[in-house]
């Protein structure tokens, strides 16, 4: 069965420190996919990425960056000199590939999310 | 943005009473999904369908039911509305397996 755990809870840290949120998955498949979305405190779901399982490429988006390593199921986000702006709910999800039997694919698992707390 | 609309946004109703949430979408997308966000267990999917007609369920399906007869539309309803229902519920859709999800801005449900 599919699983994403995220440990973290609660993380709080001061306005420019680095702080790094964990993602744990469990699956059967082959062919997966993970993203991570953030959530702040107007409570919109914002998409931040997608990962294929195939891709384990690290990747960089400006202050962000996500560490992909299949041999531990792990997606790790990690964001560079907080700022009070990426004060939010942070989830990681996994959605597994298309199955042929009963069209079952495409459905998101999301962990329990990791709220992030930055403080000037 | 992503052209999904919920409604209501907020609703309160009494326990006992049906109640049935909306999902609008103009993205023409083949996925729909339903989640549940409560305190410490992040978003829970509670149905999905993947055209038309075709409805299934997901982890916390029980005391829900949906419809599909449109593309566009995805109806969630609580045939008898529990206090345990009370939550903020989230339609979400994406147009391939595997592709990203976009979400509504969700309806806070309570039941009293």
């Known amino acids: 069965a599919q699983k994403v755990t995220q440990a973290q809870t609660e993380i709080s840290v001061v306005e420019k420190e680095d702080v790094t949120l964990d993602c744990v998955y469990e699956t059967r498949d082959t062919t997966y996919y993970l993203f991570w979305y953030k959530q702040p405190p107007s409570g919109e779901l914002v998409f931040l990425i997608r990962r294929n399982s195939f891709d384990e490429q690290n990747e960089i988006s400006g202050r962000y960056s996500w560490n992909f390593q299949k041999s531990t199921s792990s997606f790790n986000f990690t964001i560079t000199a907080s700022q009070v702006v990426d004060s939010a709910v942070y989830f990681c999800a996994l959605s597994e590939a298309t199955r042929q039997v009963r069209n079952q694919g495409g459905k998101l698992i999301f962990g329990q999310g990791t709220e992030l707390s930055v403080k000037p | 943005d992503a052209g999904i609309t919920q409604s209501p946004r907020h609703k309160v109703t009494e326990t006992g009473t049906p109640v049935t949430l909306r999902c609008h979408q103009t993205e023409n997308h083949r996925y729909m999904y339903w989640y549940r966000q409560d305190p410490g267990h992040g978003l829970r999917l509670i149905h999905y369908?993947?055209?038309?007609?075709?409805?299934d369920k997901g982890e916390v399906s029980d005391g829900y039911s949906v419809s599909r007869s449109k593309t566009e539309d995805f109806l969630l309803t609580l045939e008898s509305a529990t206090s345990s229902q009370t939550s903020v519920y989230f339609c979400a859709i994406s147009d391939l397996d595997g592709s990203v999800a976009f979400f509504g801005q969700g309806t806070r449900l309570t039941v009293v």
């Open positions: 369908s993947y055209g038309v007609k075709d409805t």
